[in-house]
């Protein structure tokens, strides 16, 4: 007997899934959707480092947000959709997507929604003093804007990076001040969204306490993409 086996072309594959990462600062998700971008070829935008970027480089649009952006605060709704909606656009290959970062207000869920699908929100879940402690010690490259960790992750050589031998410096919304004010914006405007999600059956939880292999190892079970990839 001959068995006809039929192409299921609406199979989304994991490695070419629409994600969301959801969380509070420093739960990781930069950290995760970098080993996603290098591992697996997402194309992946961190509306933070888009913003970092623009201060760093003097722009109109860099002039406008760094105050809010160092101070903790959120920067406003319609410069963000305007980032992520040129960004979304640029992108001419069918691999898979990590928004890390956005949405981060009901405003800016809803204003993703009207024209993009997402499979699945993550929501790497963190308990505040570990949140705490690993922001504190905290460390960028200013070149390759690669994140290390004093403590959990440190470079080869003290405060330089292993790839571009430049000194690594702390953001500058990584004080004391800046994180107390990041955490409570957090959960004021974006944690809301976790229910938000919730509701629409998108959600997936992520253990962030664990060690950066472990949490990969969680993210890529979770989206299937182990099974799937073919
Ligand atoms: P986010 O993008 O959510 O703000 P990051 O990916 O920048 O968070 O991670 C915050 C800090 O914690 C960085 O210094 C990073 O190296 C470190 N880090 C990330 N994931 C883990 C982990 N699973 N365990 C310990 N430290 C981690
Ligand atoms: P992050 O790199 O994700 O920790 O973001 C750093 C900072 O950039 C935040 O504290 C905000 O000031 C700003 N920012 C990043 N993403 C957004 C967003 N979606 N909406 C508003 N502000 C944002």
């Not at 600062?25 to 623009?54: C, F, M, W």
């Not at 470079?155 to 955490?183: F, G, M, Y």
């Amino acid at each position: 007997m001959m068995v006809l086996l039929k192409k299921v072309d609406w199979v989304v594959q994991g490695d070419k899934m629409r994600l969301v990462f959801l969380g509070p600062p420093g739960a990781g998700k930069g950290t995760q959707a970098e080993l996603l971008k290098k591992r697996y070829d997402y194309n992946h935008i961190s509306t933070g480092e888009v913003l970092r970027q623009e201060i760093q480089k003097n722009t109109d649009l860099g002039k406008e947000v760094e105050s809010y952006v160092n101070k903790g605060e959120l920067a406003p709704d319609e410069i963000v959709t305007k980032i992520i909606k040129k960004w979304l656009k640029s992108l001419n290959n069918k691999k898979g997507i990590v928004l890390d970062g956005f949405p981060r207000n009901l405003t800016q869920a809803e204003y993703l929604e009207e024209d993009f699908s997402v499979d699945y929100v993550l929501y790497f879940d963190l308990e505040e003093n570990e949140i705490v402690e690993r922001l504190s010690n905290r460390l960028y490259c200013p070149q390759c804007e690669k994140f290390y960790n004093l403590k959990y992750n440190p470079p080869q050589n003290d405060n330089i990076c292993d790839k571009c031998e430049k000194e690594l410096i702390k953001r500058k919304d990584d004080t004391p001040e800046a994180i107390k004010k990041r955490l409570a914006v957090y959960n004021k405007n974006t944690h809301p969204l976790v229910k938000h999600y919730e509701e629409k059956g998108s959600l997936i939880h992520i253990d962030a306490s664990k060690e950066i292999d472990k949490v990969f190892e969680q993210v890529l079970e979770r989206i299937g993409l182990e099974e799937t990839k073919i």
